[in-house]
């Protein structure tokens, strides 16, 4: 069965400081998402893949995000972190449109009843 996600609107663009970061909550958890310094968006799973640290309160660095615990850093497109640390955040679809920033949610089909 092909799933596809339902769009939130989850605020302006504006609302999100280059750099920085907006934890939205949603039914699988609390995400992060995150606007780079030229712009791009990426959402994953507010919680760091060594033990769970607030990724939304890391630092932004290109692409990337440094956990704010113990510096491990993650790739934001594909939430694996990088250099000799292992483990994978899970990363959602989120796209920009008209200025609005919208979080694509699989949700279960228990949920959307
Ligand atoms: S919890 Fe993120 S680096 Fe340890």
Redesign the pocket.
């Known amino acids: 069965m092909t799933r596809h996600p339902t769009w939130l609107d989850i605020g302006a663009l504006a609302d999100i400081p280059r750099r920085g970061a907006r934890q939205v909550a949603t039914p699988d958890g609390p995400i992060a998402v995150f606007r780079t310094h030229d712009d791009a968006v990426f959402a994953i799973e507010d919680r760091?893949?060594?033990?769970?640290?607030p990724?939304s309160q890391?630092i932004v660095h290109g692409a990337s995000v440094t956990?704010?615990?113990?510096?491990?850093v993650?790739d934001l497109q594909t939430g694996a972190?990088q250099g000799a640390?292992e483990g994978c955040a899970r990363t959602l679809p989120v796209r920009v449109s008209d200025d609005r920033v919208l979080l694509g949610l699989h949700m279960a089909a228990e949920q959307a009843a």
């Open positions: 760091c893949p060594h033990k769970g640290g990724l890391g956990c704010p615990l113990h510096n491990w993650i972190a640390d």
